[in-house]
């Protein structure tokens, strides 16, 4: 395996579900916004997980075990907003999954916070 591109893979990968997730959230798409902005921290988790260990991600979507995983040192309020960011990819692969009341303005703001996530993700 090429450790090197399976990284690259995954960082672009994220960049562009992130991008995604913009141009839903400007269409106003929100749920659909938060599903890719999770996938974006999913796939960028994945990468570190290969960086750490030299191996294939598990096909697994729980954030918090990516991070355990990938061996990252969360400070207590990343780990509360990976648990809690969670719930977006329930919402969009399981239709009956608990539906969160969603409103441009909450969907803004766990943009802004999966952002911040995803870049100091990408500094590591």
């Known amino acids: 395996m090429d450790?090197?591109?399976?990284?690259?893979?995954?960082?672009?990968?994220?960049?562009?579900?992130?991008?995604?997730?913009?141009?839903?959230?400007e269409k106003g798409h929100m749920r659909q916004c938060l599903f890719f902005a999770h996938l974006a921290i999913e796939k960028m988790l994945k990468a570190h997980v290969i960086k750490q260990t030299n191996d294939i991600p598990p096909r697994i979507h729980n954030l918090i075990r990516l991070a355990e995983i990938a061996r990252l040192k969360l400070q207590p309020q990343q780990e509360q907003f990976?648990?809690?960011?969670?719930?977006?990819?329930?919402?969009?692969?399981?239709?009956?999954?608990?539906?969160?009341?969603?409103?441009?303005?909450?969907?803004?703001?766990?943009?802004?916070?999966?952002?911040?996530?995803?870049?100091?993700?990408?500094?590591?």
């Open 3 to 25: 450790t090197q591109k399976q990284i690259e893979y995954w960082v672009k990968g994220a960049e562009e579900d992130f991008a995604a997730a913009q141009s839903l959230l």
């Open 82 to 124: 990976l648990r809690e960011f969670g719930i977006y990819q329930l919402e969009g692969r399981y239709p009956d999954a608990e539906q969160i009341p969603m409103d441009n303005g909450l969907a803004k703001q766990e943009m802004s916070r999966a952002g911040e996530i995803l870049k100091w993700l990408n500094k590591l």
